[in-house]
């Protein structure tokens, strides 16, 4: 008997009292052990990401997706939402031929890893992205069609910007990362990277730019991330996470200290005309609507956070802070 189907003794306790109180009975039991669980496994083309890896490939690109879609959104001035669809491993094969030209394809490098991966957008999506960048509503003719050497060039500064948002993604698993643009493809029979057999993560994304919806996927083929495999277990991405997540919290606390605020102290208001305004001479007083004895508001930038009484400290101006003002959350 195998190992794994030896019950413990909670079990057969568990499995008695479910027969004797009629939930189940001995025959159905007979029946349930008596069918094997099957996986199906194509050996000709072996599983070489885990369910594991699989997983922790979804998290970091659902952080992609989030700051890819802040990003282009602030690029194109238009509302866009990206989101994972599915995480699929195939052959490389099988990944070019999913293909149809014209196509869309960055092939870009992911130093310090080894090799290049592909990043492929649906031909609305692209023309999408290009309509809005040379000042158009970001709406897509439907045609497919190759594109043109500047529409290349804009698309690839594109691109360039969102592999930062890539390497910021994947910072938990790789740390400094720099993904650079290598070239784009219409014709995807000129993209070679791999032998046609190896290994391909393929990650699908569903984008939303303005009114038109599209695709975009990333292909990271399996020998570039193989050095990588042992730190891509789920608990230690979300663990990298949160540590690198402190830390920033940390960073911009320190910097925020930093910061420089303008502050003043309103010693009153008046009303004059224009005339008066230039006839004052040295020596004038101008009335204010405020007394000697009162405390007086200090801003903070534009809003008034203390009041306090104007004097001097060490023969220098200074303010004394009477009260804070509290912030009510309505």
Not at 9 to 17: K, R, T, V
Not at 139 to 145: D, L, N, V, Y
Not at 302 to 307: E, L, P, Q, R
């Amino acid at each position: 008997m195998a190992k794994d189907s030896v019950l413990s003794q909670d079990e057969i306790d568990a499995l008695l009292s479910a027969i004797h109180s009629g939930t189940t009975t001995a025959d159905a039991v007979r029946e349930s052990a008596s069918k094997s669980k099957v996986r199906v496994y194509d050996f000709r083309h072996p599983a070489k990401f885990s369910r594991e890896h699989i997983q922790t490939l979804h998290a970091i690109h659902e952080s992609y997706a989030r700051l890819y879609s802040t990003s282009l959104s602030a690029q194109l001035r238009l509302i866009t939402a990206i989101d994972v669809a599915s995480v699929d491993q195939l052959t490389f094969e099988e990944f070019m031929r999913t293909l149809t030209a014209p196509a869309v394809v960055v092939v870009f490098t992911l130093p310090p890893l080894e090799g290049h991966a592909l990043l492929e957008f649906h031909p609305n999506t692209a023309m999408s992205i290009l309509d809005r960048l040379l000042g158009g509503p970001g709406r897509s003719s439907g045609k497919a069609r190759g594109l043109t050497d500047i529409e290349q060039s804009l698309l690839s500064r594109v691109v360039a910007k969102g592999l930062g948002n890539f390497a910021e993604a994947w910072r938990s698993v790789v740390d400094g990362m720099k993904p650079r643009v290598e070239s784009i493809e219409t014709n995807p029979r000129f993209v070679h990277i791999i032998p046609p057999q190896d290994t391909v993560a393929v990650i699908t994304f569903e984008m939303k730019i303005g009114e038109v919806q599209g695709a975009m996927r990333v292909c990271i083929p399996y020998p570039s991330l193989e050095p990588i495999m042992a730190r891509m277990s789920t608990q230690l991405y979300f663990a990298n996470s949160r540590e690198q997540s402190e830390a920033q919290s940390t960073e911009l606390k320190r910097n925020l200290d930093k910061v420089e605020v303008l502050m003043s102290l309103v010693l009153g208001h008046t009303d004059i005309t224009v005339r008066d305004l230039l006839n004052l001479q040295t020596g004038d007083v101008i009335g204010l609507d405020t007394l000697a004895n009162q405390d007086l508001p200090i801003m903070v930038e534009h809003d008034v956070k203390f009041y306090g009484r104007p004097g001097l400290l060490n023969n220098r101006m200074a303010a004394q802070i009477t009260t804070v003002v509290s912030e009510e959350i309505g």
